[in-house]
């Protein structure tokens, strides 16, 4: 079992940034990929970026490249996503997932364990 805290989120105008927290516990294993996905109202829930705990190799979704990064503290059990000039276009709920293994980065059918969320806020 995992489990997965989401932290950071809040509202800001266009062009602020935010720094997303997922504290991560429970089964080393199950959580070596940890990705960042996100679900505006009535859309599907999109993937943001991931990385393998291990060796901190990351992917990130195409259109969100150069304003968002993700990061983790091993020590501390935690992945971070430093969001950059944020858009309008970006406010919805971020969730936090882990995956023992995958067959897609930022699929979200192929995380296992979720977080509750936390909500992005942006206007303009």
């Known amino acids: 079992q995992v489990q997965l805290v989401e932290s950071g989120g809040g509202s800001v105008q266009a062009g602020g940034s935010l720094r997303l927290s997922c504290a991560a516990s429970g089964s080393i294993y199950s959580r070596t990929y940890l990705g960042w996905f996100r679900q505006a109202p009535g859309k599907e829930r999109e993937g943001v970026a991931a990385i393998d705990t291990r060796d901190g190799k990351v992917s990130y979704a195409d259109s969100l490249k150069g304003r968002f990064t993700i990061s983790q503290d091993n020590a501390k059990n935690t992945v971070y996503l430093q969001m950059n000039n944020l858009e309008p276009e970006d406010t919805g709920m971020y969730y936090c997932?882990?995956?023992?293994?995958?067959?897609?980065?930022?699929?979200?059918?192929?995380?296992?364990?979720w977080g509750q969320g936390t909500q992005v806020t942006v206007s303009s």
């Open positions: 997932a882990a995956a023992p293994s995958l067959y897609a980065w930022l699929l979200p059918a192929s995380y296992r364990y």
